[in-house]
């Protein structure tokens, strides 16, 4: 027997990830192009990733708008997500202080509910579905 993955908690954070994923790599992209965070390298938002400040696994800030930006592979994969870098954008675009907020608020206990996450899924599904 088939066990049916809509039931499974992975599926719907796997759901949030790709769709998120794609808000933030297309949010401020002009033409179809992003610009890396930290780098500043332009290409295709489909070439670009998800960059997290802090990382994906503290999920009080995985989904956040502010610590998730546009990142090259260079950036993001083959230099650790240049961490300093991206806490120095952060607090010259979001105010003073914002870098050391998200990483207070990583590490606050956050559990989101099955229903959260299919909220979070429809809210993210609209506004891609806005910017074709």
Not at 56 to 71: A, E, H, L, M, P
Not at 90 to 111: C, F, H, I, R
Request: hydrophobic share 30%; with cysteine; glycine share 4%.
């Amino acid at each position: 027997m088939k066990k049916n993955k809509t039931n499974y908690r992975s599926f719907y954070v796997k759901k949030l990830d790709a769709i998120f994923s794609k808000y933030i790599r297309r949010r401020f992209a002009e033409n179809d192009i992003s610009e890396c965070y930290t780098c500043g390298k332009k290409d295709h938002w489909k070439n670009l990733q998800c960059g997290h400040f802090m990382s994906r696994r503290f999920y009080s800030t995985r989904w956040d708008d502010k610590n998730c930006q546009v990142q090259c592979a260079g950036c993001n994969v083959f230099r650790y997500g240049e961490q300093f870098k991206f806490s120095v954008h952060l607090d010259k675009e979001y105010g003073e202080g914002t870098a050391e907020m998200l990483e207070y608020n990583s590490k606050q206990l956050l559990k989101i509910s099955m229903p959260q996450l299919k909220l979070l899924i429809l809210k993210y599904e609209e506004l891609v579905k806005e910017m074709d």
